[in-house]
């Protein structure tokens, strides 16, 4: 940003104002804004040389100015809210400055909080007044600003950090409001009594934007219930009629009525639900608690809602052939590099999201907005009473999160029919994953293959050091499933028993290879040959599974003989994706979620447990890191170059990911917490074996195979 000076009389209407400026006026603008001046208009000022007054760095403002240099879209402008509100509540006696654009005004005037409001560009003068400024333009593209939610990037510029109430305040014109309700009284009446849905499929880039196609098959999944209805701004789109009436959509279009941002707010308010490409519809959506999902491709959703309790992002699992979703690109007039590849118009990874994943997150956000919802009051592993804060709704099930002990779990509990789960006949989001596993446990080979394929998988490849140095006696194999790690059990040496919840899985284990299998869904309904004292007992995939965790795990210990080990397995908390993208919600397709998985383990949540039942030695770790694995949580670029000589080199993608997985060598073989299966060992009494030395050994020799191989070809 920077000082003009006017070098002779200017009138002109720029930004939303009218400006009247005299000889030798001086202007703050920020730079972007003056490149939106007029030619002839920029050479009427030259640049003043202005000493500015300090950035704030967090001191105390009663008694003194703060001036936040803004321009703001209007979305940007209603996430500056909380941060303005909450400076203001910590120091009382200060005065509070903002400039903003004339198009985001509107949501700003009124506020109690703000003092004054100041056009973009400001006159220097109501600059040099202020004690402190915020510098909080030309945001676009700066690390800073693109790695954190727009709430979360003003409360940092501001030193708040953290609010009570992070949502944005939104002011509800009441004249506009009486205007707009006649229209949606006539609407709901027209449909029955039917609640009002509005759908914003327009975004400010065609990048963002949702295919019309969408929001037809929507609505038809949420006919029964909601009648849609369409509130763009005059200036989004003049095609929106045209769209309607080509895909058959039923929806009211009451962009019409739409004058200015005031119109938008007060439908957001006369609507009982919103789905949203567009972010300031969702900020607004958001401020007002309405249910919301919010449809996004190229952008990342958390880093849009994450301030948001009454709002679900739908995100794309996609992987295109010249990106991965979601690729940060902020397109503005004309389709993605993606989509041109593809030649069609909307982004491919926005139209490979499934309707009926957004009609079962309309359903989700519903949820959120109940005040009133049974919680739980007592942790099922720590038993810590108190607060337990939700962490997520996903699949009309709430996941808590224990502030004590760290575990997350479903309340109230949900159980999985495992027999329709092997048939799939499971009729919610979890038809829509990447997969369950059943299927392909189900794709069985003769013998040897089989013990040949599952040995080389990660995480049982990274077992077979292990298992070599623990005593061959009698193994329980819970959740057993089709048998498979029972071969390698077998082959290894051990006496192998296997439970396992599904019939179908039972006799396929039974008839084709022949196991010492039964059907059980507790360790109650083991037959009396069954329970005996056991040497091992696995549990792959099955804790997180469990309904009573501690429970579970006391019944395993009383199955254990003195030195008996357990080595169990669950999803990791913090494997490489997340720990590279933090833990992000609402992730539809890993069918991490209830009634599938409903319970979510930390390392030490799991190490807590385990000594809590009273095994003695407790070891955590996970599969080893793999190539693979890091590419699900960093998307390599390509980039330009520029060598000594000024010759220019292209770097493709490919070949940054060459590099890459070169680079990080060191990971695959010593990291022992971001893979993508998390492992315990756990020994009642006193173990004879260093299992510490032997795991770092395991995660080395697995990861060199797994890899590399074993490099015997002739």
Same mark, same amino acid.
């Given at each position: 940003?920077?000082?003009?000076?006017?070098?002779?009389?200017?009138?002109?209407?720029?930004?939303?104002?009218?400006?009247?400026?005299?000889?030798?006026?001086?202007?703050?603008?920020?730079?972007?804004?003056?490149?939106?001046?007029?030619?002839?208009?920029?050479?009427?000022?030259?640049?003043?040389?202005?000493?500015?007054?300090?950035?704030?760095?967090?001191?105390?403002?009663?008694?003194?100015?703060?001036?936040?240099?803004?321009?703001?879209?209007?979305?940007?402008?209603?996430?500056?809210?909380?941060?303005?509100?909450?400076?203001?509540?910590?120091?009382?006696?200060?005065?509070?400055?903002?400039?903003?654009?004339?198009?985001?005004?509107?949501?700003?005037?009124?506020?109690?909080?703000?003092?004054?409001?100041?056009?973009?560009?400001?006159?220097?003068?109501?600059?040099?007044?202020?004690?402190?400024?915020?510098?909080?333009?030309?945001?676009?593209?700066?690390?800073?600003?693109?790695?954190?939610?727009?709430?979360?990037?003003?409360?940092?510029?501001?030193?708040?950090?953290?609010?009570?109430? &992070?949502? @944005?305040? /939104? *002011? +509800?014109?009441?004249? $506009?409001? #009486? %205007?707009?309700?006649?229209?949606?009284?006539?609407?709901?009446?027209?449909?029955?009594?039917?609640?009002?849905?509005?759908?914003?499929?327009?975004?400010?880039?065609?990048?963002?934007?949702?295919?019309?196609?969408?929001?037809?098959?929507?609505?038809?999944?949420?006919?029964?219930?909601?009648?849609?209805?369409?509130?763009?701004?005059?200036?989004?789109?003049?095609?929106?009629?045209?769209?309607?009436?080509?895909?058959?959509?039923?929806?009211?279009?009451?962009?019409?009525?739409?004058?200015?941002?005031?119109?938008?707010?007060?439908?957001?308010?006369?609507?009982?639900?919103?789905?949203?490409?567009?972010?300031?519809?969702?900020?607004?959506?958001?401020?007002? &608690?309405? @249910?919301? /999902? *919010? +449809?996004?491709?190229? $952008?990342? #959703? %958390?880093?849009?809602?994450?301030?948001?309790?009454?709002?679900?992002?739908?995100?794309?699992?996609?992987?295109?052939?010249?990106?991965?979703?979601?690729?940060?690109?902020?397109?503005?007039?004309?389709?993605?590099?993606?989509?041109?590849?593809?030649?069609?118009?909307?982004?491919?990874?926005?139209?490979?999201?499934?309707?009926?994943?957004?009609?079962?997150?309309?359903?989700?956000?519903?949820?959120?907005?109940?005040?009133?919802?049974?919680?739980?009051?007592?942790?099922?592993?720590?038993?810590?009473?108190?607060?337990?804060?939700?962490?997520?709704?996903?699949?009309?099930?709430?996941?808590?999160?224990?502030?004590?002990?760290?575990?997350?779990?479903?309340?109230?509990?949900?159980?999985?029919?495992?027999?329709?789960?092997?048939?799939?006949?499971?009729?919610?989001?979890?038809?829509?994953?990447?997969?369950?596993?059943?299927?392909?446990?189900?794709?069985?080979?003769?013998?040897?293959?089989?013990?040949?394929?599952?040995?080389?998988?990660?995480?049982?490849?990274?077992?077979?050091?292990?298992?070599?140095?623990?005593?061959?006696?009698?193994?329980?194999?819970?959740?057993?499933?089709?048998?498979?790690?029972?071969?390698?059990?077998?082959?290894?040496?051990?006496?192998?028993?296997?439970?396992?919840?599904?019939?179908?899985?039972?006799?396929?284990?039974?008839?084709?290879?022949?196991?010492?299998?039964?059907?059980?869904?507790?360790?109650?309904?083991?037959?009396?040959?069954?329970?005996?004292?056991?040497?091992?007992?696995?549990?792959?995939?099955?804790?997180?599974?469990?309904?009573?965790?501690?429970?579970?795990?006391?019944?395993?210990?009383?199955?254990?003989?003195?030195?008996?080990?357990?080595?169990?397995?669950?999803?990791?908390?913090?494997?490489?994706?997340?720990?590279?993208?933090?833990?992000?919600?609402?992730?539809?397709?890993?069918?991490?979620?209830?009634?599938?998985?409903?319970?979510?383990?930390?390392?030490?949540?799991?190490?807590?447990?385990?000594?809590?039942?009273?095994?003695?030695?407790?070891?955590?770790?996970?599969?080893?890191?793999?190539?693979?694995?890091?590419?699900?949580?960093?998307?390599?670029?390509?980039?330009?170059?520029?060598?000594?000589?000024?010759?220019?080199?292209?770097?493709?993608?490919?070949?940054?990911?060459?590099?890459?997985?070169?680079?990080?060598?060191?990971?695959?073989?010593?990291?022992?917490?971001?893979?993508?299966?998390?492992?315990?060992?756990?020994?009642?009494?006193?173990?004879?074996?260093?299992?510490?030395?032997?795991?770092?050994?395991?995660?080395?020799?697995?990861?060199?195979?797994?890899?590399?191989?074993?490099?015997?070809?002739?």
């Amino acid at each position: 940003m920077k000082v003009w000076k006017a070098k002779g009389k200017i009138e002109l209407n720029f930004n939303g104002y009218d400006f009247k400026i005299k000889p030798g006026d001086k202007f703050l603008f920020a730079d972007d804004v003056f490149n939106l001046l007029p030619e002839p208009i920029k050479s009427a000022f030259e640049q003043a040389h202005s000493v500015l007054p300090p950035f704030y760095r967090g001191e105390n403002l009663n008694g003194k100015t703060l001036l936040v240099i803004a321009q703001a879209a209007i979305g940007d402008a209603l996430c500056m809210t909380p941060a303005l509100r909450e400076v203001k509540k910590r120091y009382p006696e200060m005065t509070l400055n903002v400039t903003i654009s004339g198009k985001a005004k509107p949501v700003l005037e009124g506020l109690p909080y703000i003092d004054n409001l100041f056009p973009m560009p400001i006159l220097f003068k109501e600059v040099a007044k202020a004690d402190y400024i915020v510098k909080v333009i030309e945001m676009v593209n700066a690390p800073q600003f693109d790695n954190l939610s727009l709430v979360d990037y003003y409360l940092w510029k501001l030193y708040i950090y953290k609010t009570d109430k &992070e949502t @944005p305040d /939104v *002011l +509800i014109n009441q004249a $506009v409001l #009486a %205007e707009m309700k006649e229209a949606f009284d006539k609407i709901r009446e027209a449909s029955g009594g039917k609640k009002v849905l509005l759908f914003h499929y327009l975004a400010s880039s065609v990048h963002r934007t949702l295919p019309p196609r969408l929001l037809k098959e929507i609505e038809d999944l949420i006919w029964n219930e909601y009648v849609p209805v369409i509130c763009s701004m005059p200036e989004e789109d003049i095609t929106v009629e045209t769209a309607l009436d080509a895909y058959g959509i039923r929806a009211a279009n009451l962009s019409v009525f739409m004058k200015d941002i005031r119109y938008l707010i007060a439908s957001v308010a006369l609507s009982d639900a919103v789905i949203t490409a567009d972010t300031a519809t969702l900020h607004i959506a958001a401020g007002l &608690e309405k @249910p919301t /999902v *919010l +449809i996004t491709g190229p $952008v990342d #959703a %958390e880093l849009r809602t994450s301030n948001y309790p009454t709002v679900i992002p739908v995100s794309p699992n996609y992987i295109g052939q010249t990106c991965v979703a979601p690729c940060m690109k902020h397109a503005t007039t004309e389709p993605c590099i993606e989509a041109q590849v593809k030649r069609q118009f909307y982004s491919p990874c926005i139209e490979s999201i499934p309707p009926k994943i957004i009609y079962f997150a309309l359903n989700d956000a519903k949820l959120l907005t109940e005040k009133d919802y049974e919680k739980p009051n007592k942790c099922i592993v720590c038993d810590f009473e108190g607060e337990i804060p939700l962490f997520e709704l996903i699949n009309s099930s709430r996941v808590f999160e224990c502030p004590s002990c760290g575990l997350q779990f479903t309340h109230p509990m949900k159980v999985m029919d495992y027999e329709k789960t092997y048939e799939k006949k499971y009729g919610d989001l979890l038809n829509f994953g990447s997969g369950l596993a059943y299927e392909s446990y189900q794709n069985i080979e003769d013998e040897k293959i089989e013990v040949e394929k599952w040995s080389r998988v990660p995480r049982f490849n990274v077992l077979l050091p292990i298992l070599s140095q623990v005593s061959k006696g009698k193994l329980l194999d819970i959740g057993c499933s089709t048998g498979f790690f029972m071969l390698i059990a077998k082959k290894i040496g051990f006496e192998v028993y296997g439970m396992e919840a599904s019939e179908k899985a039972v006799n396929i284990a039974t008839d084709k290879f022949k196991l010492n299998v039964v059907k059980a869904m507790s360790f109650d309904e083991l037959p009396e040959e069954y329970k005996l004292s056991y040497d091992v007992i696995t549990a792959f995939e099955v804790l997180e599974h469990v309904h009573a965790p501690s429970e579970f795990l006391e019944d395993i210990y009383s199955l254990l003989a003195d030195r008996g080990i357990l080595i169990l397995s669950c999803p990791p908390f913090y494997k490489f994706e997340n720990t590279a993208k933090g833990y992000r919600k609402y992730k539809w397709w890993y069918n991490d979620y209830p009634p599938h998985h409903v319970t979510r383990w930390k390392p030490w949540t799991l190490h807590y447990a385990l000594k809590k039942v009273g095994f003695s030695e407790v070891h955590i770790f996970t599969e080893p890191l793999l190539p693979g694995t890091v590419f699900e949580g960093v998307v390599p670029l390509s980039f330009q170059l520029k060598l000594p000589d000024e010759k220019i080199i292209n770097i493709d993608a490919n070949t940054t990911r060459g590099i890459v997985a070169e680079t990080l060598k060191p990971l695959y073989l010593n990291s022992r917490l971001l893979g993508n299966f998390q492992y315990a060992i756990a020994v009642k009494g006193r173990s004879l074996i260093n299992f510490e030395e032997i795991i770092k050994k395991a995660i080395k020799y697995s990861a060199i195979e797994i890899i590399w191989g074993r490099g015997d070809k002739a």
